[in-house]
């Protein structure tokens, strides 16, 4: 089973959200995760249908998009998945860099014992991947991802800094989609290993070993979605990519039965 089949059984609706929320996770989901790629386009009528849902919440969900730089709007209308250039995604990660230092300088002050606790927890779901007999699926991949962004955020909370966790929560949404899909088993490996030292030195306060810690992995991180996004430029040179995706394979099978039931109250 690919990602994507796994995805529509997987999602589960949050009966509280608006079907304008929904949507919209579920699109900056899949392309944080890499199932909707860079230059894809997207049009209000084909996700509307496939959500069963009008064109309104469908432009709400786009507008978010937009606003949260993973997508830019087209002219002849719909969005397209942002592709950065080389550049942007340095001057992005140079920005994160400062921003993550920040962050773990902030944290090796405020972080508590539970947080500890929770990043050790995370970890150990994270070493229990890397061991199983599933490891290089893609459900597991996506499973790595969102263990990863579950430690990171657990550090950005105990900064106790709501504006530090709002901006680099945007700048991490704008290469989450190159960076899910320059992942790759042995650097998994390696982000772990780091991780875990990052750990042990946030629960030691050794501020100066973890700021130098995590300028590397911001680096290193850095390195492998640039030479990824130049491999990828270099392929559609030889061989053009087809804009076509199948996109309602993304919406949840029980998104789309809930909303198709709502919209016909409400008719």
Not at 18 to 28: A, E, F, H, N, T
Not at 133 to 140: A, E, H, L, R, Y
Request: aromatic share 4%; hydrophobic share 40%; net charge positive.
């Amino acid at each position: 089973m690919n990602l994507l089949s796994a995805l529509n059984q997987s999602v589960t609706v949050d009966p509280g959200k608006s079907i304008g929320d929904q949507i919209y996770d579920s699109l900056k989901g899949a392309i944080v995760r890499g199932e909707i790629e860079p230059n894809q386009r997207l049009f209000e009528v084909e996700v509307a249908k496939i959500y069963n849902a009008s064109r309104t919440p469908v432009r709400e969900a786009f507008r978010r998009l937009e606003h949260d730089c993973v997508a830019e709007r087209l002219p002849q209308g719909g969005i397209r998945v942002s592709q950065l250039d080389d550049q942007t995604i340095q001057d992005l990660f140079q920005l994160r860099s400062l921003l993550e230092v920040h962050a773990i300088e902030l944290a090796c002050a405020r972080i508590t014992p539970e947080e500890i606790a929770q990043l050790k927890q995370i970890r150990a779901q994270a070493y229990e991947l890397l061991k199983s007999n599933d490891i290089g699926k893609d459900f597991t991949f996506s499973r790595f991802i969102e263990l990863n962004a579950m430690f990171h955020d657990t550090i950005y909370s105990a900064t106790r800094s709501r504006v530090l966790i709002k901006v680099v929560s945007n700048i991490r949404s704008m290469v989450m989609n190159v960076r899910s899909m320059s992942v790759r088993l042995d650097s998994i490996r390696e982000v772990w290993e780091e991780h875990s030292l990052l750990i042990d030195h946030l629960e030691a306060r050794k501020k100066a070993a973890a700021v130098r810690l995590i300028r590397q992995h911001v680096s290193k991180t850095a390195q492998q979605v640039l030479a990824h996004i130049r491999s990828r430029q270099s392929a559609a040179f030889a061989q053009p990519g087809a804009e076509g995706l199948d996109i309602a394979r993304i919406a949840p099978k029980e998104e789309r039965n809930r909303n198709r039931h709502k919209n016909a109250v409400q008719s």
